[in-house]
T-cell receptor, first 111, second 112 residues
């Protein structure tokens, strides 16, 4: 099956700096890659997603890039704010419509 | 309000006592899924359903059962719970498999 690896596991940045979280996947058939944000004690919520026919997608301060050849995709958050502090999960939809999640990145934005 | 509703939110029970966690969505979504979340392991898919009467195993299905008799409901059944099933469980639904999944608030299960 699919294997999704996510790095780093923790990330601390100063408010206003950029944050980058990287994920790799193993199954070349995977074609949908969502990113979820989970605040403490809350449910995961989608922040951005990308399909395999697109190399980059941007939504205000958040962007995702996808490199199908290298099988990796990244989340970029610019001008970070304290409310961006949360755990972020990448995911990939593999064969048979199964979803595989990374192990999560705890982002801490210091004021 | 569009939502995914799970019940119960918290449950402490004992090994071997059958339990069911209910999940209901009001968005007419076709795809529904159950995940468990454990520290350091992210979310792992237990079972999913593409539509009524269609269910499939995810990555960690052992010890769990599901059913999809109606489009809106997707209960998770633990026939004989064991301590290694102590976890935080999330139900999710989406319009399709390339659409965002909407998660419930989670169910924290403790099996003693």
């Amino acid at each position: 099956g699919e294997n999704v690896e996510q790095h780093p596991s923790t990330l601390s940045v100063q408010e206003g700096d950029s944050a980058v979280i990287k994920c790799t996947y193993s199954d070349s058939a995977s074609n949908y890659f969502p990113w979820y944000k989970q605040e403490l004690g809350k449910r995961p919520q989608l922040i951005i997603d990308i399909r395999s026919n697109v190399g980059e997608k941007k939504d205000q301060r958040i962007a995702v890039t996808l490199n199908k050849t290298a099988k990796h995709f990244s989340l970029h958050i610019t001008e970070t704010q304290p409310e961006d502090s949360a755990v972020y999960f990448c995911a990939a939809r593999g064969n048979f419509n199964k979803f595989y999640f990374g192990s999560g990145t705890k982002l801490n934005v210091k004021p | 309000e569009a939502q995914v509703t799970q019940n119960p939110r918290y449950l402490i029970t004992v090994t071997g006592k059958k339990l069911t966690v209910t999940c209901s969505q009001n968005m007419n979504h076709e795809y529904m899924s159950w995940y468990r979340q454990d520290p350091g392991l992210g979310l792992r898919q237990i079972y999913y359903s593409m539509n009524v009467e269609v269910t499939d195993k995810g990555d960690v299905p052992e010890g769990y059962k599901v059913s999809r008799k109606e489009k809106r409901n997707f209960p998770l059944i633990l026939e004989s719970p064991s301590p290694n099933q102590t976890s935080l469980y999330f139900c999710a639904s989406s319009q399709g498999t390339s659409r965002p999944q909407h998660f419930g608030d989670g169910t924290r299960l403790s099996i003693l």
